[in-house]
Each structure stands twice: as C-alpha cells, then as structure tokens.
C-alpha cells in the first residue's frame, strides 16, 4: 500500500467520506474520527464493522463524524 493508494482512502464510517486515513504500524487511523481499521496481508480492511473505536467511545454513533450527521438530520 504505497501513500498515493492511502490518500485516496477515505472512512467508511465519516457519512461524508471526507475524513482520510493514515497508516499507523498494521492499522490505519481515520484523521477525523480516530477509528481504527485493520491491515491484513497489506490490504486495508475498511469496514464499519472491523473498525476499532477510539477509547472512551462505546459505539459508532458517539463518533464526532456521525454527531455531526445526527445534528443535521435533527435540524430538519
Ligand atoms: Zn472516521
């Protein structure tokens, strides 16, 4: 995985796929949100339900990508 091919990655979980990715040992980490995504045999395995929250987070919703996301819908 060279770092054109990691800059083109975005979270899957950022509802607005702008947050990017950068790769930390076997893991990539999303720059907005800090979920954690494994790599496995080189390839980035970027699925919501591999995704390792960030301490103090219990689940994907109380992510600020996904706050964020709940504020707008609440706004309509
Ligand atoms: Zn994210």
């Known amino acids: 995985m060279d770092d054109a091919f990691l800059a083109q990655l975005r979270c899957p979980v950022d509802?607005?796929?702008?947050?990017?990715?950068?790769?930390?040992?076997?893991?990539?980490?999303?720059?907005?949100?800090?979920?954690?995504?494994?790599?496995?045999?080189?390839?980035?395995?970027?699925?919501?339900?591999?995704?390792e929250l960030p301490p103090g987070t219990r689940e994907v919703s109380q992510l600020p990508c996904q706050r964020a996301l709940n504020r707008q819908k609440n706004r309509k």
């Open 15 to 51: 509802p607005q796929r702008e947050a990017t990715l950068s790769r930390d040992e076997q893991l990539l980490v999303c720059s907005r949100c800090r979920v954690t995504f494994p790599v496995k045999q080189g390839l980035a395995v970027l699925v919501p339900t591999e995704a």
